[in-house]
Structures are given as structure tokens and as C-alpha cells.
């Protein structure tokens, strides 16, 4: 990997203390890398870089700031591929996932892009006469992005992308399992323009001191967070010393139910879709399947045939559908709300067993007659487990689905618009 150190300034280091930290190929569980690994002092020079750097972008005008964006749309549209790897080594999502991540990364520049131009400000007039009040739109200052594993290209251009639309400097952290994503779009930000020294990486093995440290110095006015909901409300303690503009993405408990009367095809693609898109490590993925109990054997059956056929393997091989999860401990929580949904009395329809081997592997599983006190109920599975439970009154089922302190995405199946 060339791609390996520390990014600050527009240059590549190694951490103020030398240390590394070993990336895993979560297919083989071999080295990927060996990444520089970020301290304290590391951080002050990247908000110093970034705060140099962004006095001259802040002042460029919106359409400046927006051709540079777009040249990175570009730029990124012409190397999907390569991005699809660095995404499939470590994070070991199965290359058609990895392909589409790198293209949905890649968009977030180009809408950006239009959205830099969108500046608008506003003139109204104020209660006292003669006075007119002026509202002007200006960068709220250094951002610190926090980047999850999931979604390494993805997660991080879209905060990336807002924020040089606005004219803020940046200093990323992405996430310890797969920085190299991060660190490998630092050329092509280069190559479309964005000036030395705006957009910073810090990948590091000391997140919380780190972390903490930016979010109290006080050129930091924005925090933005995608990850475990634990996390985030840490993250906004935090912010809340400096009042920082926090931006929070956390967990999910997605509901998906499908109801009697729903078109069976479009009920089981998208459950399918819902459920398995990134091996169902989103936060969006469908966790909690709840299933009228007159379709219930029918869409349990077909639902099983589906995930049984999905090939499983090393996600750079093209006919892979399912890669490894991204850790061992990703895994072993999968593999334990298996065994709980199994012995508080759940039936195992296909899958559930850890294959031999390295790597992080977990079939694809279907589990029905799922308990409502299981705890792949109360918490994100975050892998390939599709669990279902029935239902028979739409009442009953809304208060199941909303019996969580989750919000963000359900999924309804129903041919009657009113009920969905």
C-alpha cells in the first residue's frame, strides 16, 4: 500500500512518535498495511495547517470552490475501481458493493459541487424603521470528521464535500479498521485543486485523547460523527464545552414489515436489498422482520432459498455476493445473537454456522419464530442474519416496530398506500 502515513499539510509523516498500527484483510486476516498512527501533536499541526489553509479558501468565491469539487467528481468517476479495492481489502465488502460505495462516494462532489454555488444570503427589513437586516452565509470554522468502517469512501466524502463547499477546513479521523481508503483520495483531492494544508487525515490508535483534544481547541467550530449512538453521545458532551455545531449520523433498529397484502416479488427483493446491501453492516439495514403470519411460510421459504444461494467468499473474486465481516469481534457478536435468538426458541432456516478457515466470514442466515426479547430485536445485527417475527394486527405491529429508542429508516411492504 503507498498510502500509509499520516496527511498533514499536503505532506505524508509519520506520527510524532513513530508508532504504527497493523490494517487486517478481514478476508485472509494477513498485514494490509501498517499506518502511522496519530498524537496529540500530530492534531495541533494539523489544525494549524487547516486553519492557514482556510483563510485563503474561505475567501475564494462559491463558483471557485465549486469547479474544484467538481474537477474531484471527475476525478474519482475515472478511478472506481481502484477506490472499489482499496474499499474490498479492508473492509472486505464483496467488489459489486465495494463498486457501488466508490461511486456513491464520488457523487457527493459532484451535488456539492452545484450545491457551493447556493450560497444565498438575505436582506428583510428589521422592526425599527429605516433598518434593514443582513444575513450573510460564512464558513463556521474548522470541522473535525469522524469517519466509520462501514462505509470508508462514502461515510468520508460526504463530509468532506459540504464542508470545502463552504469554505471549511478539514482534518478527517477515520476509522482504525480501514484508514486507507481515506488517505488513498488525498492525491486526486490534490490533483483537482484543493489547496495544501485544508484537508488533514489522522488516522490514529489514541482516538479518544485525540479526538477530545480537537474538540477543545477552539479553532474547531464543527463536529461531525457517524457511528454508535454510545459514541455520539460522548462526541456531543464534548462539543457542548466549545458549543460546537455537532453533526450526529448514529445507530440504528430498522423495522422492515411486510403485510398481507403486499406484492410477494417486491416484498422479497426488497427485503433482500433492504437486509443484505453491504452484508448488512449499515445502520439502515433492515434488523427487525416482521411478517403477516398468512404470508409468513411463503415468505420465509422464498427469503431462504434466496440467501442460501449467495456465494460467499473473498470479496476481490468478481462472483463473490457476501465477503467477510470486518473484524473477528464483528463476527462473534453476529454468531452470539445467533445463539440467543436460538435458544430463546427461534428456528435456524439456513446458515448459522462459523465456516472453517481464516477469515471473518458469517453465512448468510435466516432465523424465524423469533422472540421479541432477542437481542438481535433490541440491538443492530450489523451482518447477514435476516430475523423474523409475525405479526396479525396492524396495530400491534406499528407499536412493535416503534418499541425502540432508534429512529432513522423502516421499511413497509403493503399494496395499500394508506396503511403503508
Known amino acids: 500500500m503507498k498510502y500509509t502515513d499520516l496527511y498533514i499539510n499536503g505532506e505524508w509523516r509519520e506520527g510524532a512518535d513513530k508508532a504504527r498500527f497493523d490494517v487486517i484483510n478481514p478476508a485472509n486476516e494477513e498485514v494490509l498495511a501498517s499506518v502511522a498512527s496519530a498524537e496529540i501533536a500530530d492534531a495541533d499541526a494539523a489544525l494549524d495547517a487547516a486553519e492557514k489553509a482556510m483563510k485563503d479558501w474561505a475567501a475564494r468565491t462559491p463558483r471557485e470552490r465549486s469547479e474544484v469539487l467538481r474537477k474531484a467528481w471527475e476525478l474519482m468517476t475515472a478511478r472506481l475501481d481502484e477506490f472499489a479495492r482499496y474499499i474490498t481489502l479492508e473492509n472486505g465488502k464483496a467488489g459489486v458493493d465495494a463498486k457501488g460505495e466508490a461511486t456513491y462516494a464520488a457523487e457527493f462532489f459532484r451535488w456539492f459541487a452545484e450545491e457551493a454555488v447556493r450560497a444565498d444570503g438575505l436582506i428583510t427589513h428589521a422592526p425599527a424603521s429605516g433598518a434593514r437586516i443582513v444575513v450573510q452565509h460564512k464558513p463556521a470554522g474548522l470541522a473535525v470528521l469522524i469517519t466509520p468502517w462501514n462505509y470508508p469512501a462514502a461515510m468520508g466524502t460526504r463530509k468532506i464535500a459540504p464542508a470545502l463547499a463552504a469554505g471549511c477546513g478539514v482534518i478527517i479521523k477515520p476509522a482504525g479498521e480501514t484508514p486507507l481508503t481515506m488517505l488513498a483520495l488525498m492525491p486526486l483531492l490534490e490533483e483537482a485543486g484543493v489547496p495544501k494544508g485544508l484537508v488533514n487525515v489522522l488516522p490514529t490508535k489514541k482516538t479518544g485523547p485525540v479526538v477530545d483534544h480537537m474538540l477543545h481547541d477552539s479553532r474547531v467550530r464543527v463536529v ?67 411478517v403477516h403470519e398468512d404470508v409468513a411460510q411463503e415468505f420465509t421459504s422464498r427469503l431462504t432459498e434466496r440467501m442460501s444461494a449467495l456465494k460467499v467468499g473473498d470479496g476481490t473474486d468478481p462472483s463473490v455476493d457476501v ?98
Open 224 to 290: 461531525s460523527f457517524t457511528g454508535s449512538t454510545g459514541v455520539g453521545r460522548t462526541l456531543l458532551k464534548a462539543a457542548a464545552d466549545q458549543v460546537l455545531k455537532p453533526a450526529m449520523e448514529l445507530g440504528g433498529n430498522a423495522p422492515c414489515i411486510v403485510f398481507d397484502d403486499a406484492d410477494m416479488d417486491t416484498a422479497i427483493e426488497g427485503t433482500m436489498l433492504a437486509k443484505m446491501r453491504n452484508l448488512g453492516e449499515a445502520c439502515t439495514a433492515a434488523n427487525r422482520i416482521y
Open 323 to 420: 465477503g467477510p465481516l470486518v473484524n473477528a469481534s464483528a463476527r462473534d457478536k453476529v454468531a452470539a445473537f445467533v445463539a440467543d435468538a436460538l435458544a430463546r426458541g427461534a428456528k435456524l432456516e439456513c446458515g448459522g454456522t462459523v465456516p472453517n478457515g481464516k477469515g471473518y466470514f458469517y453465512p448468510p442466515t435466516v432465523l424465524s419464530n423469533v422472540s421479541a426479547d432477542a437481542e438481535c430485536v433490541k440491538d443492530e445485527i450489523f451482518g447477514p442474519v435476516v430475523a423474523i417475527q409475525t405479526f396479525n394486527d396492524q396495530e400491534d405491529v406499528i407499536a412493535r416496530a416503534n418499541d425502540t429508542e432508534y429512529g432513522l429508516v423502516a421499511y413497509v411492504f403493503s399494496e395499500d398506500f394508506k396503511r403503508a
